[in-house]
């Protein structure tokens, strides 16, 4: 598979800006995807972006992307003990997916 | 709708049993996927199937490892014998068309061998 990393861990304030960042390999995805997971669930798509795109924002919500770099970021604004969770970016190639390691968000109230 | 549903929610099995998880996709989605997720390796996409038909199943690891999906509402993924190495979540996940818009996963079996 592809390798898309992901630095393991990140803790914030309560309040805060969390940003979690991403590099993938394969310039030709089209889309990349950022997914969220909390204890004892699945995985919840959380927001994807065109890689046509350098940014898009849904409310907390920041993507980032890099094409360049091949660097992809979430910024989660004003933090809450909710955001809590494994965040997972993703890169399709064909019709698969390539999850990163995956980021624990620790949020510090 | 209900989402994609995978029973159970937890299994514990000894080691040489056979076990069988489920999984039920999402109406209309034609493309169903099987992860298993660890610590040591995170996220692993064991076998996928479109239209019911197994088109990747190089990330099974053994012989011991079987999925089917005899119908669109209704996939399983076997275990014979089970072994304690085998221990870890089982994810199933559905998609309308190549998941361009991304997944849906299910929440997950859990499996403990011992």
């Known amino acids: 598979g592809e390798d898309v990393e992901q630095s393991l861990f990140l803790s914030v304030r309560e309040g805060d800006s969390s940003v979690i960042n991403c590099t993938y390999t394969d310039s030709s995805s089209t889309y990349l995807y950022w997914y969220k997971q909390e204890p004892g669930a699945g995985l919840q798509l959380l927001t994807y972006?065109?890689?046509?795109?350098d940014m898009k924002q849904d409310q907390r919500l920041t993507v980032l992307l890099n094409k360049k770099d091949k660097h992809l970021s979430l910024r989660i604004a004003d933090t809450q003990t909710g955001d809590s969770a494994i965040y997972f970016c993703?890169?399709?190639?064909?019709?698969?997916?390539?999850f990163g390691t995956g980021t624990s968000l620790t949020v510090i109230p | 709708d209900a989402g994609v549903i995978q029973s159970p929610r937890h299994e514990v099995t000894e080691m040489g049993q056979e076990v069988t998880l489920r999984c039920k996709p999402i109406s209309g989605h034609d493309y169903l996927f099987w992860y298993r997720q660890t610590m040591m390796r995170g996220l692993e996409l064991l076998i996928y199937?479109?239209?019911?038909?197994?088109?990747?199943d190089s990330g099974m690891p053994e012989d011991r490892f079987s999925a089917k999906m005899p119908n669109a509402s209704f996939s399983t993924l076997k275990i014979q014998p089970s072994e304690p190495r085998d221990s870890a979540v089982y994810f199933c996940a559905s998609s309308s068309g190549q998941g361009t818009y991304g997944y849906t996963f299910g929440s997950g079996t859990r499996l403990t061998v011992v």
């Open positions: 972006i065109f890689s046509n795109m």
């Open positions: 993703a890169e399709i190639l064909g019709n698969q997916f390539y």
């Open positions: 199937f479109n239209n019911n038909v197994p088109i990747d």
